[in-house]
């Protein structure tokens, strides 16, 4: 089992940047793919960017493609979502996930352990 913190969120103007983090705890985090997620009010949860075990797997949600990048530091135990030309589309809460097996999928219910989410707020 692996528990998930992420970090970073906060408000900022259109056109800024973020680093959001996501912290893993257990020995396994190499294990995972992980994913980035979002949910904005009213709305379900969307997906944005995975990255697969060894890191050499992106994919991307159309919306964020050439803004957004995801990293992982397997020998922190940490996943990273650099958010850069931040738009008040991008404002949600943000959300780390891990797929157990390693495979990088784009679809929510297949990961098994989520963080509790960390804000985004873009503002005009």
């Known amino acids: 089992q692996v528990q998930l913190a992420e970090a970073g969120g906060g408000l900022v103007q259109a056109g800024d940047s973020l680093r959001l983090s996501c912290a893993a705890s257990?020995?396994?985090?190499?294990?995972?793919?992980m994913g980035w997620f979002r949910q904005a009010p009213g709305k379900e949860r969307e997906f944005v960017a995975a990255?697969?075990?060894?890191?050499?797997?992106?994919p991307y949600a159309d919306s964020v493609k050439g803004r957004f990048t995801i990293s992982r530091d397997n020998t922190k135990n940490t996943v990273y979502l650099q958010m850069n030309s931040l738009k008040p589309e991008d404002t949600a809460v943000y959300y780390c996930a891990a797929r157990t097996g390693g495979v990088v999928t784009l679809l929510v219910r297949f990961y098994d352990y989520w963080g509790q989410g960390t804000q985004v707020t873009v503002s005009v």
């Open positions: 257990g020995r396994t985090f190499s294990s995972y793919a």
């Open positions: 990255i697969s075990r060894s890191g050499s797997i992106t």
